[in-house]
């Protein structure tokens, strides 16, 4: 009789034998054979096979042409196979490629001959940040920080938009808080460090501001509203909020009812957490009965939270658009925020200029334009911009601003600075003896003396054909 401990071992051998015979077969389905050895390397039994990659259809647009220094902007708009050729440089694209983003972007597709080295994108489509979505089509919103143009370190911007009675709930940030109301009309509410309360009606094109720490809501009045956000810190992010909702969800209800002397019950329906964008009762149309007021009063005139830049006068204006000004001069309570909407008409350019003390945060409300940054030490880019998109510009660099269409491009030029200003390099030349100007740009007199005293600040030019 076999003893039973060498069944057991027969019977474990042949579990092994079994499984090793399992993985060792061919697994199931059709097999491939073997690639040939021909096939690394050089063989000659390899041939060529010649493909016309230039057969392509297309037509090269006005200017394209031209001298690649000369840098016409590129209409491709209505073109067929668009190509990156410019004067003498570049050649035929035959794909792959989705030829949308070109015609959005041709200084990028066949970029002027004065681009040259390396600038940090400048530039970023609000239309492809995520959406944030609010609670019961409340609104939503999306905005642009470092994770998409990492040279904003100092500013970074949300686009909001609230329907009619939504509320973007009761908040404060960590970072200061500059809006510009792009259509509709806002009611804004806040409470300051010294329990004076404020609270007003914005229409399109008003500006609001909020100190860091002060809590604030925002609601949408009759026919909502959408407006754009710019705060003082690059990273800035929506989801980094300090938020009402969250602080009563996130303090245990026995120190809420200590808190405000109330029972346990009185917090039974609180949410849960975040609201963020939700509906709410529309407000009424009398501001009056929103406007409570404790012993300590409202908020000083002076420190007012908001500007009517709606009904303010332009501060230039000229045969290629308008600037409208807004800083600390009219604005106190925003001391470190200065700004522009720049109204620039059909082929004119914002002049070429440049900040001196601060980083330039820009958003485009309409039109369509391109932006020439130069970087120093050789280094020059252009970038291509439409209505929603975003561009940053760090401080010192040169930059102009022209429109490319065939309407006006309008647009807001943020700084972090105690009032607006910036270094036109038109005056700066007028300005230098010209002897000097002739001797380092190789000038004749009769070009220098044609340079201007005074700021342009915006100059007309041809439309794009």
């Known amino acids: 009789m076999v003893p039973q401990y060498q069944l057991k071992l027969s019977s474990v051998l042949l579990a092994i034998a079994s499984f090793t015979h399992l993985t060792l077969s061919a697994p199931t389905g ?5 690639a040939p050895s021909s096939l690394l390397g050089y063989n000659a039994a390899n041939k060529v096979i010649n493909e016309d ?5 297309y037509t090269l647009v006005p200017g394209q042409t031209d001298t690649a220094v000369i840098g016409a902007f590129l209409d491709f708009n209505n073109q067929a196979h668009p190509q990156p050729i410019r004067g003498s440089k570049g050649g035929t694209d035959p794909g792959p490629r989705t030829e949308e983003y070109d015609i959005l972007n041709p200084d990028k597709l066949a970029p002027p001959g004065t681009d040259h080295g390396g600038v940090s994108n400048a530039q970023w489509p609000m239309g492809l940040s995520h959406m944030k979505l609010g609670l019961g089509r409340a609104g939503w919103s999306r905005q642009q920080n470092v994770d998409n143009i ?3 370190t100092e500013m970074a911007g949300v686009d909001m938009r609230l329907e009619e009675g939504a509320y973007r709930e009761l908040h404060w940030h960590k970072a200061a808080e500059w809006s510009y109301v792009l259509n509709g009309s806002v009611r804004v509410e806040a409470v300051n460090e010294e329990g004076q309360t404020f609270v007003d ?8 501001f909020f100190p860091p720490g002060v809590p604030h809501s925002l609601q949408g009045l009759k026919g909502g509203v959408e407006f754009l956000l710019v705060f003082d810190d690059g990273s800035f992010s929506e989801d980094n909020t300090f938020l009402a909702s969250e602080v009563f969800a996130h303090n ?5 009812s200590k808190n405000f002397d109330l029972p346990l019950s009185a917090w039974d329906n609180i949410p849960a957490g975040e609201l963020f964008i939700f509906p709410g009762t529309k407000a009424s149309a009398d501001i009056s009965t929103q406007n409570v007021v404790g012993s300590a009063g409202l908020v000083p005139i002076a420190q007012s939270y908001t500007y009517h830049l709606s009904q303010k006068a332009n501060d230039h204006e000229t045969a290629g658009g308008s600037v409208k000004v807004i800083d600390p001069t009219i604005f106190p309570i925003a001391s470190q925020f200065s700004a522009a909407v720049v109204t620039v008409k059909p082929g004119a350019l914002r002049e070429i200029h440049w900040h001196t003390t601060s980083d ?6 309409a039109g369509s334009a391109r932006i020439g940054i130069y970087a120093a030490q050789g280094n020059a880019r252009t970038f291509d911009y439409h209505a929603g998109d975003t561009g940053y510009i760090p401080k010192a660099m040169t930059h102009y601003v022209e429109n490319v269409g065939k309407d006006d491009v309008v647009f807001i030029e943020v700084l972090q600075a105690d009032h607006f200003s910036d270094i036109s390099v038109g005056q700066w030349v007028g300005l230098t003896p ?3 100007v002739m001797d380092t740009l190789n000038l004749t007199n009769s070009t220098v003396s044609q340079f201007k005293k005074e700021k342009q600040y915006i100059v007309p030019g041809s439309v794009v054909a």
Do not use: H, M, R, Y
């Open 150 to 152: 990492p040279a904003a």
């Open 201 to 208: 009606d914005l229409n399109a094109g008003d500006v609001w």
């Open 30 to 34: 059709t097999a491939s054979a073997a």
């Open 252 to 256: 245990p209800k026995e120190i809420l």
């Open 434 to 436: 010209p002897q000097i």
């Open 53 to 57: 990659t230039d057969d392509i259809s």
């Open 360 to 365: 330039e945060w820009n958003f485009f409300v």
